[in-house]
C-alpha cells in the first residue's frame, strides 16, 4: 500500500524539493504552506507520517507538533522536522514534543532523508 505523507513548510521551493524527493521514492505526498492548512489536511485523511517545518507564520512547527502528539486521532503518527537551524535546544524541544526525528536542512541529501522516512514509516 502506497504510504501518504504530508509535508507542511512555508517555502514553496523547499515544499516541492520534499516532495519531489518523496514521489521518486514511490510516495503519495499532499503539501500544506502553514500549521493549520496542515492541521485541516491531517484531520481530512489518513497520513502515515509527517514532514514538518518549525520556522512559518501564523501556527508554526512548535504549535503544529503540540497539537498533533496531544490529538488521539494523530497522536501516533511520525513526525520528521526539517529546520534550517540546528540549535541543540530546538532539537531537543521538538523531541520532547514528540518528533520522530530533527534534521537540519542544509546537511541533509536525499540519501539521508529518505533513509529517515524509511525508518519513521517503519520500512
Known amino acids: 500500500m502506497e504510504k501518504k505523507i504530508l509535508v507542511v ?11 519531489s524527493t518523496l514521489d521518486g521514492a514511490g510516495y503519495k ?11 485541516n489536511l491531517l484531520r481530512s485523511g489518513k497520513i502515515d507520517l509527517i514532514i514538518l517545518d518549525l520556522i512559518m507564520p501564523g501556527l508554526d512547527g512548535f504549535g503544529f ?14 513526525v520528521i ?20 526525528e530533527c534534521l537540519v536542512k542544509h546537511r ?13 514509516l517503519g520500512c
Not at 513548510?9 to 516532495?19: G, K, P, Q, V
Not at 541533509?108 to 519513521?120: D, G, H, I, R
Open 9 to 19: 513548510d512555508d517555502n514553496r521551493l523547499s515544499r516541492e524539493i520534499n516532495c
Open 108 to 120: 541533509m541529501p536525499p540519501v539521508v532523508f529518505l533513509k529517515s522516512v524509511k525508518t519513521a
Open 65 to 78: 507538533l503540540s497539537v498533533c502528539k496531544t490529538d488521539p486521532l494523530t497522536k501516533d503518527i511520525p
Open 29 to 39: 505526498t499532499i503539501m500544506a504552506s502553514d500549521g493549520n492548512e496542515g492541521l
Open 81 to 100: 522536522v526539517i529546520t534550517g537551524r540546528d540549535s541543540p535546544e530546538e532539537v531537543k524541544m521538538v523531541k520532547d514534543l514528540g518528533a520522530s
